[in-house]
């Protein structure tokens, strides 16, 4: 891998693409921060020498988003590469000490936060329909679980309305994105073990996601770690556009102009929430004119290094105040770190999940309150 990666490495033509799209790059002056100078670091990371102080927070200045991967026009692995290299961090013992508490926190308490896991289901209220067993199961996320519980209820909402009764996975775990972004790929790999074994033991077919990074790392990276599943992940809003298009759901009118916050790991799928918002009658007037830029969030970007973080997180906040009345998400953690962002920066932004929308068209905004 490292003689492969080092030859891609030397590929990069000097065309600075990447530092056009590059979220970090996009607040931070002087051009230091670039994809292209993370990943000339490799060699010198690799031999165990020193860094200097902006080539070493260049690793972590990351979130891996892949806007760098999307317009390499010689297709060096960018990211993979920044991965590889805060892997060999870890095991050298040079990585920050928040990157390592936040992934014992995952390992030991299955949340990035070490959150009371008897609190995990607190957004389950009784009029919801979950079954004790099902073959769908449905996994909320750390994010949704325990900071934005609407967004589970309109999807058990939804899912009770077309006829399902999914089961919850009593014992959720977090996904274990932080690890995959931080190179703890061993440590993931035996997490995901120890899930995959134990949704596969409740006999579930399917489970459905509202976390596009749960999404992401249970259907493709659990199988690169583990092995190929007996079940299907999908993440809620393609259950959502299926429903919609066989006329099992329904919905009705709303009268909202909105800027949808895209999420990275479903950069490849930004027509499904867009197909759902039109089903509503809602306007969408794009961002960045179309382009992906991330959050600011992931990756260990947001307790590493805040300021940052929050800057790039108000290039989506104040570029839609002037093209939409709202953000339509559909990423838990990109309304987390914007409202933390919006609260350091004093800055209101009015947002709502794409899964919430579709449920006040569907079923009402009295009912989905409830």
Known sequence: MMNKFELEVSYCIDCKKCWDVCPVN????????TPQGKIESLAKIAAGEELT???YDNIYL?????ACDDVCPVNIPITDIIQYERQLLAEQGREPAKTTAISNNIIEHNSPGAKDPEKRFDWIT???DIAESSEIAYMA?????????????????????????????????????????????GDLAEHAKKFVDYI???????????CPGCYLVLGKEYPKLYRELNFEVEHSLNVFKDMISDG??????????????DACPMRDSKDVPRSILESMGVQVNELFDGKQVCCGG??????????IADDIAMLTVQGYKDKAGMLASYCPFCVHHMEGACKSKDEEMKIKDVSVLLAESVLGADFIRK
């Open 126 to 128: 009784e009029d919801l």
């Open 62 to 66: 990351s979130t891996r988003c892949g």
């Open 200 to 210: 596969e033991s409740l006999g579930v077919k399917k489970v459905i996601a509202s």
């Open 248 to 261: 099992t759901l329904r919905p009705e009118k709303l009268d909202l102009t909105v800027s949808v916050r």
């Open 53 to 55: 102080q902006e080539e």
């Open 141 to 185: 996320g750390c994010w949704v679980s325990y900071s934005q519980p609407d967004i589970a209820r309109a999807t058990i909402r939804l899912l009770n309305h077309a006829g399902i009764r999914p089961m919850i996975l009593k014992e959720e775990k977090c996904c274990g994105l932080f690890l995959l972004d931080n190179g703890h790929l």
């Open 298 to 307: 992931p990756g260990g970007l947001k307790p590493n290094f805040p300021e």
């Open 26 to 33: 996009k607040v931070t002056e002087g051009n230091i921060y």
